[in-house]
Every structure is written in structure tokens, then in C-alpha cells.
């Protein structure tokens, strides 16, 4: 299974003290099945222009994109966001552009996503998410 890492999973395996549950089932991934999309890339340089005096931005370019590859939100992925965008406005159930760029990324790759923010994308048919950081943190908090 490959799978496309959503911003806060990405976050999750660089802050100081990670979820260890989560990294253990990182580490276990191989590197070649680990994508993630440009429109994620997009928002963490956002979190880090946030505090442009700290050392956000540097690490950000010399330690986390050189562990990542990213996908490009292309025509097959925007015919997907088209597609599910048009069926979460008719149900009255819409969500943030990025996250439906994800999404639409996702499932343009046959990707499994990879977040702890299930309510964001659980309402996206056909989309396939690993539950794994989600499941993690509630395991952390039963401690």
C-alpha cells in the first residue's frame, strides 16, 4: 500500500517529542510508498512564514522536503476535486479547498491518506484513509 501524507501527519514525525505510536508505524513504511501532495507543501511553508524569525522556514527546506515526494495537483486531480467538490455542495457538506485538493490527489494516485483530521475528509466517497495517526493519538490520550 502507498500512501499520501496529509500536513498534519508530515508535522506529526517532525516535532520534537512525536507520537511514538505513529513513528513506529512510519518507520515501517517504505520510503518509495510515502508521497505527499504540493498543496501540503504549500501549507506547511504557510505555518512556517507564520514565525519567520525562528528556524521554521530553514528546516522546513533542508530537513523535511528532502524526505518528501511531492505530487503535483494535476488534471486528473483536479477533475477529482471538480467531481467531489460539486457532490459535497449538493449535500451540503463542504469543506476547506486545500483539503479537497488533497483529497483529490489522493484518490487521482490510488493513494491511502494519511491524517489525524478524519472529520475533515470522512465525508469524501471512495476516498481511503489510514487511520493509523488518529488511532495513535487516542491510544496516547488513554495514557
Request: aromatic share 8%; with cysteine; proline share 4%.
Amino acid at each position: 500500500m502507498s500512501y499520501l501524507f496529509d500536513t498534519d501527519a508530515i508535522s506529526e514525525a517532525f516535532r520534537s517529542r512525536p507520537n511514538p505510536h505513529y513513528l513506529e508505524w512510519l518507520v515501517a513504511v517504505p520510503r518509495h510508498d510515502q508521497f505527499t501532495s504540493a498543496v501540503v507543501i504549500g501549507e506547511l511553508f504557510a505555518g512556517a512564514f507564520l514565525h519567520p524569525a525562528s528556524r521554521h522556514i530553514e528546516n522546513l527546506r533542508k530537513r523535511v522536503l528532502p524526505e518528501l515526494t511531492a505530487l503535483p495537483f494535476d488534471v486528473a486531480a483536479a477533475e477529482e476535486y471538480g467531481r467531489i467538490r460539486a457532490e459535497l455542495q449538493v449535500s451540503g457538506k463542504r469543506i476547506e479547498d486545500a483539503d479537497l485538493q488533497i483529497a483529490a490527489t489522493a484518490l487521482s494516485q490510488g493513494l491511502s491518506l494519511v491524517t489525524g483530521n478524519i472529520k475533515h475528509y470522512d465525508r469524501i466517497q471512495g476516498l481511503q484513509i489510514c487511520r493509523v495517526l488518529a488511532e495513535s493519538r487516542v491510544a496516547l490520550s488513554r495514557k
